[in-house]
């Protein structure tokens, strides 16, 4: 097929005009990225979205830049055209070592360790559920040194009276990662969803272009993606938001009564796995959609009966049970906790309105400035042009109704944090972006599996897809390794084969209250607390655990070995 032709005569190559503005954007990314983060001035960590902007982001995007520029090269096209092309007809051996590699890059790149308390949280709430309770259980003389001053009531709530421990998100993400907790193995939870997602990824692409290929397409430039894989290694909950938003968004391409039902139900366990906001903003053009169609009332019904049963029990039943938990510290409660249930709905409505009120505030300037540099994060973390290939496919797409929904979903997602007062601080690519991601590679399928596509476009894209899935990967996985290595490191060496206490001064610069982390029943034979200076430490100790020998002190720490 030759390229299309200019009105002046001239013939058009959409493959160099992609390349030219994948090379601008690069560009401009990287200078905007050095402005935001006050180049050549030092960085702390403390600062940890600027800092990975910086240590990070500057990096992939030059490297995004060779990519373009060597997919120009057609020796390195027919390969990957031939990939794309199997991976349409049969995804599932792709999905299975998509599934080994990012299972082990949980171990070996992400050293199956969970960087923060988001998901720190759910891995230990996962741990209490695999031991068939609702709340773990410490000492309550300890809850100072097992919970930071600054993580309690905020990410974690405990009773003092009783010592009763549970995290103070929904619990969807928890339960699904039970089953793995119970078994030993929580690291393959994450990169199973993500195949799978990558699957429906697929599944999706093929069903709303008409093509089999175009879901090879899809699930290619997924792969590709740092964003889709680097996500998948982690403990977030990211991924669960996006394979269950993908089977919501499947479930409602043929609405009937059955699928309407099921559809309510993926959503509800898309709205409980941590907190409702990335649900709610990618089904709002579905619900709407369907609330206008003939029947609509019916058929919006039936959806939210779906809904409702876990809502209820798993949603607003966890924040009953929290809020109950935490009653003897909420100690600006309009009412008392005297055991009138008036008193406590009013008091749950209270918080909840407190809650709403801390999270959501109209865009000042540095908000907006923070939403613009998660644009560049998702365009530096994506398969190189990707971002750019959506958007034409959502265009060209625009009167497929499903097509324009997901799209919808995406740009929903996107304006709704525009409100949010919080930056997603750590964690891979565009985090808030991650529930509905999956519409790009979707809508970037199709405009690759269009008969009307030049040949070139699609060699040079599944080029630059290869040589992202290569390069981008590999400097993505580096970068990985060595910043949660260079955190573990913040802590003493740990003793080999040895039952110890391990104390960790805070640092809030470095966020090293975050390494303190522990079974919820202190099952483990290394237990992590937050020193509280070595004179209250030693008087732990020495009323706990008398016998027990201190054997390391350094500036990151003590350890105290067992007896």
Known sequence: MLPASRADGKAFDPKLALAAASIGIGLASIAWLLDFTRYPYALARQHVFEYYLRTQDVAGSALLLAVVAAALVPALQRPALALVSRLGRNPWPFALAVFVLLAAGTLLVQHNHALTQDDYQALFQSRVFAAGRLAGQYPPDMLDFLIPFNYRDRFVVASSATGQVASNYWPGFSAILAPFSLVGAPWACNPLLAALSLVLIGRLAARLAGAEEAGGWAMLLAAASPQFTASAITYFSMSAHLAANLAFAWLLLDPS??????????????????????????????????????????????????????????????????????????????????????????NFVWLWQMKLGWAFRLPHEYLLKLRLAELVRLWAWAAAGLPLLAAAGWWIARRNVPARLLGLSFVCTGLGYLFVVYQQGHGWGARYYHSAWGALPVLGAMVLARKETAPSLRGYVAAAAIGSLLFATALRAWQIREDVGGQLARRPPLLADARQVVFIPFDFHNYTADLVQNDPFLRSPVITLLSQGSLADAELMRRRYPGAKLVVNDRRGQIWQLP
Do not use: C
């Open 257 to 346: 009564p059955r699928r309407l039902l099921l559809a309510g139900l993926v959503g509800s366990v898309a709205l409980v796995l941590h907190q409702p906001v990335p649900h709610l903003l990618f089904a709002a053009p579905w619900a709407v959609w369907l609330a206008l169609q003939p029947g609509g009332r019916r058929k919006f019904l039936l959806l939210a009966a779906g809904y409702a049963p876990l809502v209820l029990v798993a949603g607003f039943g966890w924040a009953l049970f929290i809020r109950r938990l935490q009653s003897a510290s909420l100690w600006m409660a309009p009412y008392p906790e005297d055991g009138n249930l008036l008193h406590s709905l009013a």
